[in-house]
């Protein structure tokens, strides 16, 4: 598969750099997330339109949450908006870690 190149890719990655979570919206089916998986290639990678996956999110956003690891692709988080305060806490425990 051939990867076309944005020019938004080093805006992304300084500000993966600078800031804790990065959020990549835009249009269905623009490469968001072809975009991500390219970009941050050595991050976990979970989308929630997996069934299983989004049922864990919503049953249980903080459990769900603490798995994940350090540095993770969470696509399609539309689906469980209750993860974003289990995001935030987790984020605000290690405030000084960027990129996560």
Same mark, same amino acid.
């Given at each position: 598969? =051939?990867?076309? !190149?944005?020019?938004? /890719?080093?805006?992304?990655?300084k +500000?993966? +750099?600078?800031?804790?979570?990065?959020?990549?919206?835009?249009p269905?089916?623009?490469?968001?997330?072809?975009?991500?998986? !390219?970009?941050?290639? /050595?991050?976990?990678?979970?989308?929630?339109? *997996? %069934?299983?996956?989004?049922?864990?999110?919503?049953? *249980?956003?903080?459990?769900?949450? *603490?798995?994940? @690891? %350090? =540095?993770?692709?969470? *696509? /399609?988080? $539309?689906? +469980?908006? $209750?993860?974003?305060?289990?995001?935030?806490? +987790?984020?605000?425990?290690?405030? !000084?870690?960027? @990129?996560?």
């Open positions: 598969m =051939n990867y076309t !190149h944005r020019s938004i /890719e080093p805006l992304l990655e +500000a993966a +750099a600078s800031f804790p979570v990065i959020v990549v919206t835009g269905r089916q623009t490469g968001k997330s072809t975009l991500c998986r !390219h970009l941050f290639s /050595e991050y976990s990678y979970v989308t929630l339109d *997996d %069934p299983i996956q989004r049922s864990l999110a919503v049953r *249980d956003p903080g459990l769900f949450v *603490d798995s994940l @690891g %350090p =540095n993770v692709i969470v *696509d /399609e988080i $539309q689906y +469980a908006t $209750q993860l974003l305060p289990y995001i935030k806490m +987790a984020v605000d425990q290690e405030r !000084h870690q960027s @990129g996560r």
